[in-house]
């Protein structure tokens, strides 16, 4: 069994936001519940960050320098990407929070605010926006998954996993035919931003297929990253 470690293990939070004291606050509390952070300070930063290493959900200002927070959303909408944004704002930007809403804003918090609240509301826009089913069993070719139990099986045969191998072929097999970048793996399962240790990745992967063996769905795009066949017989 897989032994605990200090890393956290919620997810990577995106915090878009100029005004580093408050950056500097939230990443403290959103890691002390247990969420990976990762802090930009403009809106074409976060749009860059959102897109490559695709966080559990963003926490966005408004009032941002160039691009600001609605048009942020605004260009995520359209391109169909409905990562979970809670909008924070200042009082004199009602209107735009109200757009950004209208966009597809998941919540918004007016400054000054606590971040004990911002914790709370994030983790129940998280319940209400999860988009991997909880309950039925996950089966790509021979592969069957249980989320709920945490199981695996290939052929009907149960295979053990570590908790972190559990997780990565998780979330393959919850988008089977997409591939996802080493970095977009370390941000679901790990909560890290690093662009360092991808080796991380690479050695799960390996563990993964030696324990699947010949009925390991999982692939490899050169350059790419690894995704799950799901053409596979």
Request: hydrophobic share 40%; net charge neutral; aromatic share 6%.
């Given at each position: 069994?897989e032994?605990p470690?200090?890393?956290?293990?919620?997810?990577?939070?995106?915090?878009?936001?100029d005004?580093?004291?408050?950056?500097?606050v939230?990443?403290l509390?959103l890691t002390?519940?247990?969420?990976?952070?990762?802090?930009?300070?403009?809106?074409?930063g976060g749009l860059?960050r959102i897109?490559?290493?695709?966080?559990v959900a963003?926490?966005l200002?408004v009032?941002?320098?160039?691009?600001d927070?609605v048009?942020?959303c605004?260009?995520?909408?359209?391109?169909?990407?409905?990562t979970?944004?809670?909008?924070?704002?200042a009082?004199?930007?009602?209107?735009?929070?109200l757009?950004?809403l209208e966009?597809g804003?998941d919540?918004?918090?007016t400054?000054p605010?606590?971040?004990r609240?911002?914790?709370?509301?994030?983790?129940?826009?998280l319940?209400?926006?999860?988009?991997?089913?909880?309950?039925?069993?996950?089966?790509v070719g021979?592969v069957?998954l249980?989320?709920d139990?945490?199981?695996i099986?290939v052929d009907g045969t149960?295979v053990e996993?570590?908790?972190?191998?559990f997780d990565?072929?998780a979330y393959?097999m919850a988008?089977?035919?997409?591939?996802f970048s080493r970095?977009?793996?370390?941000?679901?399962?790990?909560?890290?931003a690093?662009?360092?240790?991808?080796r991380?990745?690479?050695?799960?992967?390996?563990?993964?297929r030696?324990?699947l063996g010949?009925g390991?769905?999982?692939?490899t795009?050169?350059g790419v990253?690894y995704?799950?066949?799901?053409?596979r017989?």
């Amino acid at each position: 069994m897989e032994q605990p470690t200090a890393q956290p293990s919620r997810g990577l939070v995106l915090i878009v936001e100029d005004e580093r004291a408050i950056a500097d606050v939230q990443r403290l509390y959103l890691t002390r519940a247990g969420f990976g952070v990762h802090v930009e300070t403009t809106g074409e930063g976060g749009l860059e960050r959102i897109r490559s290493l695709r966080p559990v959900a963003v926490i966005l200002d408004v009032g941002l320098p160039g691009i600001d927070g609605v048009e942020v959303c605004r260009r995520l909408r359209a391109q169909d990407d409905w990562t979970p944004i809670i909008f924070v704002t200042a009082r004199d930007e009602e209107v735009d929070m109200l757009l950004g809403l209208e966009l597809g804003g998941d919540d918004y918090m007016t400054k000054p605010f606590s971040p004990r609240e911002l914790v709370t509301r994030l983790k129940t826009v998280l319940r209400r926006t999860a988009g991997v089913p909880r309950s039925g069993v996950l089966r790509v070719g021979s592969v069957a998954l249980d989320p709920d139990n945490r199981s695996i099986s290939v052929d009907g045969t149960a295979v053990e996993l570590t908790a972190k191998e559990f997780d990565v072929l998780a979330y393959l097999m919850a988008s089977p035919g997409r591939v996802f970048s080493r970095e977009q793996l370390l941000s679901a399962v790990w909560g890290q931003a690093s662009y360092t240790a991808g080796r991380t990745v690479d050695v799960h992967i390996a563990q993964l297929r030696s324990k699947l063996g010949e009925g390991s769905p999982i692939r490899t795009m050169r350059g790419v990253g690894y995704f799950v066949d799901g053409g596979r017989p």
